[in-house]
């Protein structure tokens, strides 16, 4: 397996998001503030990637439709549970109980995809697919570095199914 292939990058990701949940404790102030604002940034790029990217071939072309739906859904309850933090004052106990829950929420998601969902898709979808996938993977991140472009809404699990995923590597 390729370190471009689609699910290969949505797994570097997941621990990426594992270690800067957990670096946020060693930060405050101005660092945690950023530090936190940037995370915030990296989990809406990759939940519209997903939902652009990976959740519709998984459920035209491996049988996913309630996976998908389980996907969006759980995107939809992170992106809750992020705004919740914004809620409150950058380092007092309210703020890190939301973010304590937005990691929990985070983290869940991220075990399913792993467990339930790469397994069905990486059978469904073959080899040079998903390699292309990783590198429109990687042209969305560059596209909307710091979420920009990204409205931050809640995705509609009919319209993810719907999308239509270009074939083949966007770079040539």
């Known amino acids: 397996m390729s370190d471009f292939e689609i699910t290969a ?3 570097a ?3 990426v998001f594992r270690r800067e949940f957990s670096a946020l404790e060693d930060l405050s102030g101005e660092e945690l503030a950023a530090a936190w604002e ?3 940034a990296r989990l809406e790029v990759h939940a519209v990637a997903e939902e ?3 959740y519709p071939l998984l459920a035209q072309e491996a049988d996913g439709e309630e996976e998908t739906a389980e996907g969006v859904h759980d995107h939809n309850e992170i992106r809750h549970a992020v705004a919740a933090v ?5 380092g007092s106990e309210a703020w890190w109980e939301a973010v304590r829950t937005a990691r929990q929420v985070n983290a869940d998601h991220m075990a399913e995809e792993e467990t339930d969902f790469f397994p069905p898709f990486k059978e469904a979808v073959d080899d040079d697919q998903r390699e292309a996938l990783g590198m429109r993977w990687l042209a969305f991140h560059d596209e909307h570095e710091q979420a920009e472009g990204l409205s931050g809404e809640d995705a509609e699990v009919a319209e ?7 074939e083949g590597d ?3």
């Open 9 to 11: 990058l949505v797994l």
């Open 13 to 15: 990701e997941h621990e």
């Open 38 to 40: 940037a995370l915030h």
């Open 52 to 54: 652009q990217l990976f």
């Open 86 to 90: 914004g809620e409150h004052e950058v």
């Open 160 to 166: 993810v199914v719907a999308t239509e995923v270009p």
């Open 170 to 172: 966007p770079s040539v």
